[in-house]
């Protein structure tokens, strides 16, 4: 959540931000409202409870009239002292209530606009022209079917439309993946984690995945958990309610974990094959850094994204996220796209975004620097979003045989392969 200093010493920009983000402006003057009353209901009741305390005192040693008169005001006040906390206590749940509607304070340099107003910052590598070499490309479905690496029938008729199996080579290729993702991140100093897949409601909230994501995220109401769709959650919330010592930081874990995702409101939008699907792997960057250090790792961790799809030899183009597609916890995100053959344009295959304190106030997640205790700042960035990056790499490395080149980086936790080798009907 945001800094409820900033909202009363700048709430313009407060304002200016959730309307970059296309989201309620109104709700910024109603929390302000709910913060005062809040506010001043908790001076109220520190006087009464102050008057009171005093009264305390005075009624032993009254007598007659005047312990008369004591006692009903004692009464009179102890009705004003509950009075005044209950209103206390309903102006903070409906200011916190508020705050948690309010999106992180967008980064002044993001692109204004929707989904489709993006900047693009680098393009790294060429597309391969196919008509040059002689042969149309094949989308990835038809090629993991020819390799015997994916099977979507049997996905479907297990557990319905965007499931899929990795079969054989498909799921070497997962594997390879997974362990080469890790072993960048371990060399690059990341802790590696194996983390939950359920978790708690206060970790979904924590987040961030709430709000706007809601519609996303599956719940199992009878246990009151949640599936995650990142390990960026799990992550996140490692540390919830701790005091970090400063000299402890950065922190840096590298989580694997399967994802759930409802892709809701993606009726008719990639139903073909494993590009968006409704479980998957990944394997998820996560820092944990002090404030002023924090759009310093951004870069990092884009740095790292683009080594990994640099060894994997695709093409991608870099892309900073305009307003409207940041989600409620970034205040800046980038975005990696793989150039997909067939669709003959760039794909999201890794994001990183910058959450500052946001994620970590909501999670009580904090540093402490010599006397002071502060929030820390957190950041998330996918290194291996295994499906998608299997679609890319299918694609952009086929062969006019129908095989697939194995990048050299996969080739050791592939026994040493260099193609993937159509199957025997």
């Avoid at 799921?171 to 100093?189: H, K, P, R, S």
């Amino acid at each position: 959540m945001i800094d409820l200093r900033l909202l009363r010493e700048d709430p313009d920009r407060v304002r200016a931000s959730q309307r970059a983000r296309g989201e309620d402006v109104d709700v910024v003057d109603a929390l302000l409202s709910a913060d005062e009353r809040r506010r001043s209901s908790s001076v109220r009741f520190d006087e009464l409870r102050s008057e009171q305390k005093s009264l305390g005192k005075l009624i032993p040693k009254a007598t007659g009239d005047e312990k008369a008169e004591l006692l009903k005001r004692a009464g009179e006040l102890s009705a004003a002292v509950k009075a005044a906390d209950a209103e206390q206590n309903e102006a903070a749940e409906e200011a916190q209530r508020l705050l948690l509607q309010i999106g992180n304070i967008v980064h002044p340099d993001v692109p204004r606009g929707g989904e489709d107003d993006f900047v693009v910052l680098e393009t790294v590598g060429t597309p391969r022209d196919f008509a040059a070499e002689g042969f149309e490309p094949k989308d990835h479905l038809e090629l993991g079917q020819t390799l015997g690496a994916i099977d979507v029938e049997r996905g479907a008729k297990v557990s319905g439309s965007r499931f899929y199996y990795l079969t054989g080579v498909g799921a070497l290729l997962e594997l390879a993946l997974v362990n080469a993702a890790i072993a960048q991140a371990t060399a690059a100093g990341f802790t590696p984690m194996l983390t939950p897949a359920l978790v708690k409601p206060r970790a979904m909230e924590g987040t961030g995945f709430l709000g706007q994501a809601s519609q996303d995220v599956y719940y199992l109401d009878k246990d009151d958990y949640y599936l995650v769709g990142t390990s960026e959650v799990p992550l996140a919330a490692y540390h919830m309610d701790e005091i970090l010592d400063a000299d402890q930081l950065p922190l840096r874990y590298a989580g694997f974990s399967p994802c759930f995702r409802r892709e809701a409101g993606t009726y008719g939008k990639d139903t073909r094959g494993i590009f968006r699907v409704h479980q998957f792997d990944k394997v998820e960057m996560f820092s944990y850094i002090a404030p002023e250090d924090a759009e310093a790792e951004h870069a990092r961790l884009l740095e790292w994204e683009k080594q990994w799809l640099t060894s994997l030899e695709l093409p991608f183009q870099v892309i900073d996220t305009a307003t409207g597609d940041l989600g409620s916890s970034a205040s800046r995100k980038f975005d990696c796209e793989a150039w997909i053959p067939t669709q003959g344009k760039y794909r999201e295959l890794t994001s990183t975004s910058n959450c500052n304190e946001f994620q970590a106030r909501r999670l009580s997640v904090r540093m402490r620097d010599g006397k002071n205790v502060k929030p820390l700042a957190t950041l998330n960035g996918t290194l291996c979003a295994v499906p998608r990056t299997i679609v890319a790499l299918l694609e952009n490395h086929q062969q006019a045989d129908g095989s697939v080149r194995v990048p050299e980086v996969l080739r050791p936790y592939l026994g040493g392969r260099e193609f993937l080798e159509p199957v025997a009907k």
